[in-house]
């Protein structure tokens, strides 16, 4: 199960990194070329958390016993949320993917917490 949970982990974490990379190119293009440049990178931040679920289904399934329907779970609550913000097209929704009502700006997201969560039990 180890060896199953630190694949997972390195995936997980490959994906935040991902993440967090299109909301500072997401950022940064804001700025420079508008709104319209700035929703594309949050529209395939979106995607990537949209397939999330799907994608570690395999890494998912191989950690045994009720972790990893717990983590399989949580990572399906991102993707339908992710899904959810593409269908309907909100730029606001897309922004907000991952962070908690409370998040505090510079601190880790709900992908970033599982990652570090899962990290503690290797």
Do not use: C
Request: charge should be negative.
């Amino acid at each position: 199960m180890a060896k199953a949970l630190n694949e997972l982990v390195e995936f997980l974490a490959q994906q935040a990194t991902l993440v967090h990379d299109l909301e500072k190119e997401g950022e940064a293009l804001l700025a420079e070329k508008g709104q319209r440049a700035f929703q594309v990178k949050l529209e395939e931040k979106a995607e990537i958390l949209a397939a999330l679920g799907e994608k570690a289904w395999p890494l998912t399934e191989a950690v045994d016993g009720e972790l990893g329907k717990d983590i399989a779970r949580k990572l399906e609550q991102f993707s339908m949320s992710a899904s959810t913000a593409l269908r309907i097209g909100s730029v606001f929704f897309m922004t907000a993917l991952l962070y908690p009502e409370d998040h505090i700006s510079g601190g880790p997201n709900d992908l970033d917490i599982l990652v570090r969560e899962l990290k503690e039990k290797l």
